[in-house]
């Protein structure tokens, strides 16, 4: 039984460095959801997609934020130009439609 | 946007004892889901259980339990038999039943005591 998979699981960069992190959703789940968490908070919503339709994304979330998910597979969120404020762990989950989110084991960044 | 309020940041129970995680959730909506899920230190993220707004039966998953109000949009989860395992970070979570988003409150932290 695969999961839902991040790579890389943890990530240290220098401010200014652009940064990408990869989700492999579980096969037959259509949806993929970003999320940002930081420490002592509950999940923070960044993206959602449907299969590849990128259907919503927060108004919180600055333009060096983007997210793909070619083919409705697997996606990539990728932070440009990383400020420290972007430390984080990134959580990414799929599900299936109308069922409950299934969690990768997030990425975490660290951003010098 | 829905909001999702956990009032207890930290918690703490005896290894065999009872406890009971507190979550009030405000929405217009008739028609929704509510979830607890369970984060382990440095681990994923789980589901402990679901709750469908319409039905007007209590969820319950072996151990845990909730206790559902609707009227006063209130979602409590018990654990009961409180094992050393299930030590974590629990998180509340609403979603519309139309609806994509899942709203999360801001966790609460269980502590088991030997």
């Known amino acids: 039984d695969t999961g839902v998979s991040q790579d890389p699981r943890h990530k240290i960069t220098k401010r200014g460095q652009n940064v990408t992190f990869r989700c492999d959703p579980i096969?037959?789940?259509?949806?993929l959801y970003w999320y940002r968490q930081t420490l002592g908070q509950g999940p923070e919503f960044l993206t959602y997609?449907?299969?590849?339709?990128?259907?919503?994304k927060s108004r919180l979330l600055s333009d060096r934020f983007s997210a793909e998910r070619p083919k409705g597979s697997f996606s990539t969120l990728e932070i440009q130009r990383t400020e420290q404020g972007d430390s984080a762990m990134y959580l990414c989950?799929?599900?299936?439609?109308?069922?409950?989110?299934?969690f990768g084991e997030g990425s975490r960044l660290t951003v010098l | 946007a829905q909001t999702v309020t956990q009032s207890q940041p930290e918690m703490s129970v005896q290894e065999a004892e009872t406890v009971t995680l507190s979550c009030t959730y405000d929405?217009?909506?008739?028609?929704?889901?509510l979830f607890w899920y369970k984060q382990p230190p440095s681990r994923q993220m789980i589901l402990v259980i679901r709750?469908?707004?319409?039905?007007?039966q209590n969820a319950t998953e072996n151990r845990f339990s909730v206790n559902f109000q609707k009227a006063a949009k209130s979602f409590s989860l018990k654990i009961s038999d409180s094992q050393l395992g299930d030590a974590a970070m629990y998180f509340c979570?609403?979603?519309?039943?139309?609806?994509?988003?899942?709203?999360f409150g801001t966790g609460t932290s269980l502590t088991v005591i030997p």
């Open positions: 989950a799929s599900s299936p439609t109308g069922g409950e989110l299934f």
């Open positions: 997609f449907q299969n590849e339709a990128q259907l919503e």
């Open positions: 709750q469908e707004a319409y039905k007007q």
């Open positions: 929405t217009s909506e008739s028609d929704y889901y």
């Open positions: 096969s037959e789940h259509n949806r």
């Open positions: 979570a609403y979603r519309s039943a139309p609806g994509n988003q899942f709203y």
